[in-house]
């Protein structure tokens, strides 16, 4: 997987010229990966301030996306509220799951918008100036254009609060829950990355992956954040075990809502979301060595 490719396009403002970069361990020998993190901050960093120079347009577009997505909850406490529970799921229990999702997806997102966005790096050639830093691809990518995510984070929370609250005050569910949840947001945000990050790879053999992330992403984030017991069984198998979703929220909440299959199956969920990173970061590393630069 080591070895010296050669990248053609006007990789510098000079015109055409080729460069020959370095991939796989051999770029990194000598590197020191307390460096490679004081620069991913200083990217963050940058990305911010950038960002807070309009602060109007980062206050209004804070309110904004979150008025959406407590509108797009609301519709659905209205109906449960109007038919009752769906399928044995109370309208707590489904803004529970549907807050957790919210959450994990923001910490993904918050912290590595720029792997969904991977189809205009390597549509564009913007991902031969990435090879050329001192420090690895994917952590040269993560913080690029880094986005603060203020209007999902406030409606997860109040969202979480207010079903947590309810759940609690009934007596359904102790204050281990709080804990226990902030444990499976984690978990869940290493599980969205990972399927965000083995989807992004194959843009490295078809170039446009926009439309598979409408389905890996997108559309299984929204279908995750009901019961799965609603859907087809070949369809909650396909969101435990081929884009494993589930394993975000309605595993651990089976557990953490309704006491069941014991405290162990917040054991395999952080196991699953291991194995999900590490297989995904292999699948990657493999994938940029297939890499074929379209210039720029």
């Known amino acids: 997987m080591g070895g010296t490719r050669e990248i053609d396009g006007n990789i510098s403002s000079g015109g055409d010229r080729s460069a020959s970069v370095t991939t796989g361990p051999n770029r990194f020998i000598g590197a020191k990966p307390a460096s490679w993190l004081n620069l991913y901050r200083l990217l963050i960093r940058t990305s911010i301030k950038s960002r807070m120079q309009y602060k109007f347009n980062f206050l209004l577009g804070t309110v904004l996306a979150a008025l959406i997505q407590i509108s797009e909850f609301l ?39 720029e792997v969904h966005h991977l189809e205009k790096y390597l549509v564009g050639g913007e991902l031969d100036q990435l090879l050329t830093r001192p420090m690895p691809v994917l952590l040269a990518l993560m913080p690029q254009n880094f986005r603060l995510m203020p209007g999902e984070l406030l409606q997860g929370g109040f969202i979480l609060c207010w079903s947590l609250g309810a759940m609690m005050h009934s007596g359904q569910v102790g204050w281990t829950a709080v804990p226990f949840t902030l444990f499976i947001i984690v978990t869940g945000a290493v599980i969205l990355f990972s399927i965000g990050l083995a989807t992004a790879t194959l ?37 435990l075990f081929v884009i494993p979703v589930g394993f975000v929220n309605y595993v651990p909440s089976l557990y953490i809502l309704r006491g069941e299959w014991g405290l162990w199956i917040l054991a395999a969920t952080a196991g699953a979301a291991a194995v999900c990173l590490a297989a995904s970061l292999r699948f990657w590393q493999f994938g940029i060595t297939k890499y074929q630069s379209t210039g720029s």
């Open 75 to 113: 519709m659905i406490a209205i109906v449960l509220d109007k038919f009752g529970a769906i399928q044995g799921w109370s309208v707590y229990e489904i803004g529970y799951l549907f807050a957790v999702m919210t959450l994990s997806k923001t910490l993904y997102r918050t912290f590595a918008e």
């Open 203 to 239: 843009g490295f053999w078809t170039t446009r992956i926009s439309e598979l992330q409408n389905f890996t992403e997108d559309a299984a984030h929204t279908a995750a954040r009901y019961p799965l017991t609603l859907y087809p069984k070949w369809m909650s198998s396909l969101f």
